[in-house]
Structures are given as C-alpha cells and as structure tokens.
C-alpha cells in the first residue's frame, strides 16, 4: 500500500518549548490513521503543518509523492480538513458557507454537488439557517461536509468529536468510516477520544510532548493476548482466594485498586466466567477495560 | 482571482456591520444639510465676516448645493477614514477571530493572493463610500440648494470659482480623497495582518490618524518642516488644492489649478504609503504562523 503522507523529522519550537520534537510517520492510503496525544503534546501543531498554516523549523513534509513547500497548491486541492472546532461564517447560512469554501476549494462544484453534500450530513432542511443557530454537533458536520465536497484523496480532521453529545459522536463517526469503507479515502484523524479512535483507526501514531512514542496497526499496538480484564463477584475475597488455587492465580496483578483485575487472552473470558461459576461464586461482570486507553496511559504517564 | 474578490465583496455586504458607514455617513449630511437649510444666512455671514465690511454679500447666491457639498467635505473628509477603518481593520483579523482564517489559508490559494483580494474589496468598499458621499454630499445638496458660483475661503484669502468650472473640481478632489482612504485603508490592512482580534487593527489606525490629523493642524512651525511633510494625513487634505485657483486682476481663472505640482506630490506620496502599508501587511502575513 503506498503512503499518502511521509513526515520526517519534522521540528517546531515555540520561543523555548518544543511543541514538536523530530517526529516522523507514514500514512498508508485508503486507512483511517489516528493521531492520539494528550493536549499540548503537539498534535495541532504537527496537523497545521501539514496544512501550511505554521512553518516547521526543520523537517520535510511529503504528501501524495510531492513535498509540500514546493508543490503546495497542487497538494491543497486534494485534502479537505477540519482543524480544531470548524469556525465559520456565523452571519451567513450552511448553504452559503459551503458555496464559500467550495469555491476556494480549487476545483468546479455544480450546485447539485453542493446541496448532496448537505444532504449526506443531514443538514439539507437547515440549508438557509444561520450558523449561528447551529448546535455544535451540527457544525461538526457542516464542517465535514466542508472537507469533503470538493471530493479530496485526503482527510484531515483535527479533534473532530470535540464538544459532540453521544449522538453527534455517532454521527461524526459514521461519516469517517463511511468516507474510508465506501468512498476510499484516506483519513488522518487526531482525538484524545481513545476508545472512538479504537472503534476507527486502522493504524495509529501516539506522541507525547512533540515525540513519537508508538506507531503502528491497531493490531500491532493493542495485542489482544493481553486484555485487562475486570472482575466483579457478590464474593470478592472468595473469588481471589478461588482464583489464586488455579490457573488464574498467574495472570492476577499486582496493583489492582480495590479490584479484582486479571491481564488474559479476551477469547478466555468465557473459560474464566465457567471455572468461577463451578466453584460457587456469582459472577456479576467480567469486563474487558479499555486496552487502548491503558495502553495509551502507559506511555504518556509521567 | 475574479471569483475570490467575488466571494470577499459577498462576505463584506452581508455583515450588517457594513452597512453602519453608510447609515451613519447620510445621516450627518442630511444633518448639516437640513441645518443649512434653515440656519444657512447666519453661517455665510460668519464665514465671510471678512470681506462683508468691503462687499455687499449676496447670501442667497453663496448659499448653494456646491457651498454645502464644499462644507461637507471640510467636515467629513477627516472622519470617513475611521469609518473604511472599521471595514479594512477587520478583513484579516476578523478572519482569525471567528476562526474561519486557518480554514481560508488551508485552501490552495497563495497567501499572498489571499492578501491581494481582500485588499482588493477593501478598496472597492472604499470607493463605494466614497460614491455614497458624493451622492449625498454633491448630488443631494444641488437638488437642495441649486448650483451657483462656489465660494471658498481661505487662511488669507478667497476664491470665487464660476458655477461652469466647479464640477470637474469636485470629480478630481472625490478621486483624490479616494486615494487618501486607500492609504488609510492600507495601513487599517496591514495593522490587521499583524493581529488576530479586529478591535486592536482598528482602534490603532483611529488612534494614528488621530495623533496624525492633531500634528497635521498644529500651527507650530517647528513641526511644519520638520514632520508635517512626511504625515500622511497632511497629503490627504490635498483635494482641496483644486479649489484655489490662479487669478489674474482679481479675476479667477477658469480650469486653473494654483498648484498642481503640489496634488501630484500628495498623490504619489500616498500611493507610496498605500503601497507601503500593503507591501509590509504581506510581507509578515507571508511568514506568519496562524495559531488563533
């Protein structure tokens, strides 16, 4: 599969801070690419560069097999993105606003591509509404709309459930898998949602104070062999004492908080439920913790 | 190119906020026109308290449209820049403000042209302005008043310029005090590349031409050589060099302009301004990181 985006050593100070320190990465084609940090870990600062809003101090920026400082133009006409909350004309309507940012876009869109825009994010009654009677969620999705009406090879959507209800997330989250599975596009996707990038990534990048610390599939980084999983009974103490006599006394572990906690192959969940129940023990739960987000702790923990 | 100025002209005329230089700009002229109107008599007599002791003044001749247009201006001239201000200002800080700036500049245009083209509708706000003005301060004011000879006072003297010759002057000093918002409005743009709230860009270019129109009035001679030469707002009162014309005997001369290398001067120092302003607005634009 060949690389949409190739970052190397890519370097920006802000006065004494290194907001981005020597990173690199490989974006493959046709995949959801997420792009996870803390705040501040730089991952705004690495996505501005990439759409030339801040220049990098060192470091060079392919995109499509062109550099980026030289073939900027070219580049643009083939990404659509969001970054951070999508800002917009809050005097003038949807349709509107898309009229503006189409035009922009470099490319002829017939008005009939417009509204079908509108309408593939739901937003087709709201047309002729102001933005600035818009929900947040619903200029999530105009600004997704945005991105994509000029039909890009390249997404990139800087925190794009940020301020999202559970149903705008939904919603956002439709759309990127239905931009990747149906349309194939690509899609760089930065979140501090873990378990949203969990659901959609295929492959992911973790950075920490401007530095790579983990690249890789989903499948790479989160091996599921070795799932944290939680354990709630009516017999806490009895359980551990059950546990600790069989096999599973090996996979407790040692710091667990007041709670039963094992690190097993998720496929053994089932073995483990039927070795509690034989020996009497009335399993309420057993609940696999969010790898990602434990994965992801681990490494940017301090 | 064409279809971008399209898109900043549309984006400039739906924001109601536009429409507050035009509101406000018909109303203090029907204001001033309405008090001459009916206090009219009273202000000639004032103005030509000079030369009553030796002439017989005839008020109602003097009292007429191209008069009002001629006080108009002296008026307004000094604080339509405050009002292009307002607009220019916010052309690229307003953009950072509501945000939309980083959605703008990902687009594959250069920033330069970027730069250009709203500059480009800044100016043709300006010039939009200054039709309305001249509307209603020309036009308005001949329906109201007639036309007739134009007086025009001076510090030491007067001119009276002939009905005939009076329009093409008007034409040329609108189109110079165009080129005087134009460099207002320059400097308004490039205050407003350097910011990312619009109140900063416009409160600054009000407070410089303030400061500027303070020093260009001073009648302190240290500061008539030595900094009034080199303001740009001494250059923008240079529309009214084509109202004092030549006289010979007494007479004024038709078509005669007394100092015509003097307007050119103006001219091409403002144009240098303008220039000036935008080149410096770009040149940092160009290199600036957008974070807002």
């Known amino acids: 599969m060949s690389a949409v985006i190739q970052v190397n050593n890519l370097c920006k100070d802000f006065h004494d801070i290194k907001a981005v320190d020597d990173l690199s990465f490989t974006v493959p084609e046709g995949e959801v690419y997420g792009f996870l940090g803390q705040n501040g870990a730089g991952k705004s600062t690495t996505i501005r560069m990439m759409l030339t809003l801040i220049h990098p101090d060192a470091g060079t920026i392919t995109i499509f097999g062109m550099d980026l400082q030289k073939h900027r133009k070219e580049i643009l006409k083939q990404i659509g993105a969001i970054i951070e909350r999508p800002d917009l004309y809050k005097y003038l309507d949807a349709l509107e606003n898309l009229r503006i940012f189409s035009a922009m876009s470099g490319v002829k869109i017939p008005e009939k591509k417009i509204l079908d825009q509108l309408a593939m994010v739901g937003l087709a009654d709201r047309a002729k509404s102001k933005i600035k009677t818009y929900s947040q969620g619903m200029k999530q999705r105009l600004g997704i709309a945005i991105a994509l009406v000029h039909d890009p090879k390249l997404i990139i959507l800087d925190e794009p459930m940020n301020g999202l209800d559970p149903q705008g997330i939904a919603d956002v989250r439709n759309l990127i898998l239905h931009c990747t599975r149906d349309l194939g596009k690509t899609l760089f996707v930065s979140s501090h949602l873990l378990n949203e990038m969990e659901l959609i990534a295929d492959s992911m990048l973790i950075i920490n104070k401007g530095k790579k610390v983990a690249e890789g599939t989903k499948e790479e980084l989160l091996n599921p062999l070795k799932t944290q999983v939680e354990l709630i009974t009516t017999d806490k103490q009895g359980s551990l004492e059950i546990l600790k006599q069989t096999i599973w006394g090996q996979f407790l572990l040692s710091n667990m908080n007041g709670h039963i906690l094992l690190e097993i192959d998720k496929l053994r969940i089932p073995e483990l439920n039927r070795t509690l129940v034989e020996k009497g023990i009335q399993v309420i739960s057993i609940r696999p913790k969010h790898s990602l987000e434990d994965f992801f702790l681990s490494l940017t923990r301090q | ?292």
Not at chain 2, 20 to 44: C, D, H, R, T, W
Not at chain 2, 163 to 182: I, N, P
Request: with cysteine.
């Open chain 2, 1 to 292: 190119m064409r279809r971008l100025f399209q898109i900043e002209i549309y984006k400039i005329f739906k924001r109601p906020r536009t429409y507050i230089a035009f509101s406000v700009i018909a109303f203090i002229i029907i204001l001033i026109q309405v008090a001459l109107k009916f206090g009219g008599k009273e202000y000639v007599g004032l103005l030509m308290s000079g030369v009553n002791s030796s002439f017989e003044v005839p008020t109602h001749e003097i009292l007429n449209g191209y008069l009002v247009c001629y006080v108009v201006l002296n008026l307004l001239l000094i604080h339509v820049p405050i009002l292009v201000a307002l607009v220019a200002g916010d052309m690229i800080a307003g953009e950072a403000n509501m945000g939309t700036l980083r959605l703008l500049v990902s687009k594959p245009v250069s920033r330069t042209q970027l730069l250009l083209v709203k500059f480009l509708a800044a100016s043709f706000y300006t010039f939009l302005l200054l039709v309305w003005v001249a509307l209603f301060s020309l036009a308005l004011s001949v329906l109201f008043f007639g036309t007739n000879d134009l007086f025009v006072a001076r510090e030491m003297d007067s001119n009276i310029i002939t009905a005939s010759d009076v329009l093409w002057r008007y034409f040329a000093a609108f189109l110079f005090a165009g080129l005087g918002l134009l460099t207002v409005a320059a400097l308004s743009f490039m205050f407003s590349a350097f910011a990312d709230n619009s109140i900063g860009p416009i409160v600054t270019t009000v407070c410089v031409i303030i400061v500027f129109t303070i020093l260009t009035q001073m009648q302190i001679p240290f500061y008539d050589e030595t900094v009034k030469p080199y303001l740009f707002t001494t250059h923008m009162l240079g529309w009214k060099g084509f109202f004092y014309v030549k006289g010979v005997d007494g007479v004024t001369v038709n078509g005669s302009i007394e100092n015509l290398g003097e307007i050119v001067k103006s001219a091409i120092i403002l144009l240098l301004y303008a220039t000036g302003f935008l080149s410096v607005g770009i040149w940092y634009f160009r290199k600036k990181n957008i974070l807002s």
